[in-house]
């Protein structure tokens, strides 16, 4: 009886354990799709403040 508990205690570790798994691959995917767009993003930042700097240095 004790083996049959400890294997159901097993299995259930094992199922946590991959669904723990599918969690951290899903945030590593997340990760990577939001990295892409990093530069983009700085290059929009930077974009905006030169043409802010310029329009107040050269009244356009």
Do not use: C
């Amino acid at each position: 009886m004790q083996d049959a508990f400890d294997v159901t205690k097993v299995q259930a570790e094992i199922g946590k354990l991959m669904a723990e798994t599918a969690k951290i691959s899903a945030e590593t995917s997340k990760i990577n799709r939001e990295t892409r767009w990093f530069p983009v993003i700085w290059a929009t930042a930077w974009l905006g403040a030169v043409l802010a700097v310029g329009k107040i240095f050269f009244g356009g």
